[in-house]
């Protein structure tokens, strides 16, 4: 509820990002939102997910919320402009889903539709949007342009604040304004950025980011409690031996086993492997 009610004081004619950890609910959190919305008669919702939670969230807004919905895909969409649909996208009185990859290419079809919402499921997929080669996210930020918008993700960022600035800049441009100047004052990182500035990037965020972390709700959710044991392990000779010369081969100038491309992917993955046991890194080949 505490969700819901931050979103709609936003305000939603820009957005919000919700961004409880993993578990706390933010499907529901969305589905408050849209019944809300749905009460007052603004039915224009669009739902972008990743294209396996296309059922979840259809079967979640009818059995939750009462909600009907119709999932886009392109055989029903072909059908419906066959039948005279000039814009699919345009329901009476349904909620439409689809995917991130169909959207994409419906992005002109989607730009046309005056939403009440747009949701976002999975939204970390949209943080790298200020980079020219995300083509999906700076299509989908240009399609959905000037519509309320709530994006949900439980790991806003990962690897730098300039993921926390994609984000931000999808739902509201001005906050952070031009990528050269979130560079120059924020993206040293949280450990080199001075008190003044970790407190303006905090109050920036406030109005527009939401996030629950578990350990705020155990007053309401009894949680198992899990305790780690660490079993500890010394590799035999072979298998040491074996450590390190699979090792000096990774480290080669020239490998031709893996592309350039993904070298440092693919070294990641073996060294994986190898760490678990040598049964698991036997059944790698290299060509």
Same mark, same amino acid.
């Given at each position: 509820m505490e969700a819901a009610l931050f979103a709609f004081r936003a305000p939603l004619e820009r957005g919000a990002i919700l961004a409880d950890e993993v578990g706390l609910g933010k499907t529901i959190e969305a589905g408050l939102i849209i019944s809300q919305l749905w009460? @007052? =008669? #603004?039915r224009n919702i669009l739902i972008?997910?990743? &294209?396996?939670?296309?059922?979840?969230?259809?079967?979640?807004?009818? @059995?939750?919320f009462y909600i009907p919905s119709i999932i886009l895909e392109s055989k029903n969409f072909n059908e419906m402009v066959r039948s005279g649909h000039r814009n &699919?996208?345009?329901?009476?009185?349904?909620?439409?889903?689809?995917?991130?990859?169909?959207?994409?290419? #419906?992005? @002109?079809?989607? =730009?046309?539709?005056?939403?009440?919402?747009?949701?976002?499921?999975?939204?970390?997929?949209m943080r790298n949007v200020y980079k020219k080669s995300n083509k999906i996210a700076r299509t989908l930020r240009e399609a959905t342009a000037g519509y309320p918008k709530i994006l949900l993700t439980a790991t806003p960022l990962q690897n730098s604040l300039m993921e926390l600035y994609g984000l931000i800049s999808f739902i509201d441009p001005h906050i952070f304004g031009d990528?050269?100047?979130?560079? =120059?004052?924020?993206?040293?990182?949280?450990?080199?950025? /001075?008190?003044?500035?970790?407190?303006?990037?905090?109050?920036?965020? #406030? &109005? !527009? +980011?939401?996030?629950?972390?578990?350990?705020? !709700?155990?007053?309401?959710?009894?949680?198992?409690?899990r305790i780690p044991i660490?079993?500890?392990?010394? &590799?035999?000779?072979?298998?040491w031996e074996l450590y390190e010369k699979v090792s000096a081969y990774l480290q080669r100038e020239?490998?031709?086993?893996?592309?350039? /491309?993904?070298?440092?992917?693919?070294?990641?993955?073996?060294?994986?492997?190898?760490?678990?046991? /040598?049964?698991?890194?036997?059944?790698? +080949?290299?060509?």
């Open positions: 009460a @007052e =008669r #603004k972008i997910v990743p &294209p396996p939670l296309r059922k979840q969230w259809h079967q979640e807004l009818w @059995e939750k &699919p996208f345009l329901q009476q009185d349904q909620v439409v889903i689809t995917s991130y990859p169909y959207a994409r290419n #419906k992005a @002109e079809m989607i =730009r046309k539709v005056n939403w009440n919402l747009i949701v976002f499921d999975e939204a970390y997929r990528e050269t100047t979130f560079r =120059r004052q924020f993206s040293r990182g949280t450990k080199e950025m /001075s008190e003044k500035d970790f407190i303006d990037l905090k109050q920036r965020i #406030k &109005p !527009v +980011c939401h996030r629950t972390l578990r350990r705020q !709700v155990t007053e309401y959710v009894n949680y198992t409690q660490t079993q500890e392990f010394m &590799p035999t000779n072979a298998e020239h490998l031709f086993a893996l592309p350039a /491309s993904q070298r440092a992917l693919m070294t990641l993955v073996v060294r994986k492997l190898l760490a678990s046991s /040598s049964f698991a890194i036997s059944d790698t +080949c290299f060509p």
